[in-house]
């Protein structure tokens, strides 16, 4: 439908460095990703407090992401925060898998501060529902294993596995 493709176009614009992205994540691996400082900003408080409240960030655009994600996770998040947490999951488990924690350390606290919209727990959400939903016998240690860092995050996601 024509919202998903909506959805689909927006989270496509975070990714090769182009003339329209003001904010560059330089990741560990070398990689870099574009991106929209307004849709990043409108989507996570985190990422408004990162780009607009006069960080290092903010003055000069480049953002070090956290080097514990792969900048395939990153690029995921990205274009899911571009299109407001509603674009489609990466099909890869383990993209998914890191995307789920990436979420679940950006997202702001549920009922804090600012009550705006945060994509990250939107995202965060759909991941761990997508993670349990494809749980089989084939996928479960693997699912575990990758979510140590952030099992206190979800703890039915850990329970069903």
């Known amino acids: 439908d024509a919202s998903s493709e909506c959805f689909a176009l927006l989270a496509s614009l975070a990714g090769s460095v182009e003339k329209g992205h003001d904010v560059v994540f330089e990741c560990e691996n070398g990689d870099t ?46 274009g899911q925060l571009h299109a407001l947490g509603h674009a489609p999951l990466p099909a890869s488990l383990d993209v998914r898998l890191e995307l789920l924690c ?21 995202v965060f959400e759909r991941c761990e529902r997508a993670l349990t939903n494809s749980l089989c016998a084939g996928n479960c240690l693997t699912v575990l294993l990758r979510l140590k860092p952030c099992t206190a995050d979800v703890p039915e996601l850990v329970d069903a596995a």
């Open 33 to 78: 990703i574009g991106g929209s400082r307004l849709l990043l900003a409108h989507a996570s408080p985190y990422y408004e407090r990162l780009l607009c409240g006069g960080t290092a960030e903010d003055v000069g655009g480049i953002v070090k992401p956290d080097p514990d994600f792969s900048s395939a996770a990153h690029l995921a998040l990205l």
């Open 102 to 122: 990436l979420a679940a350390k950006v997202r702001g606290v549920p009922g804090g501060e600012g009550g705006g919209a945060d994509a990250a727990a939107i």
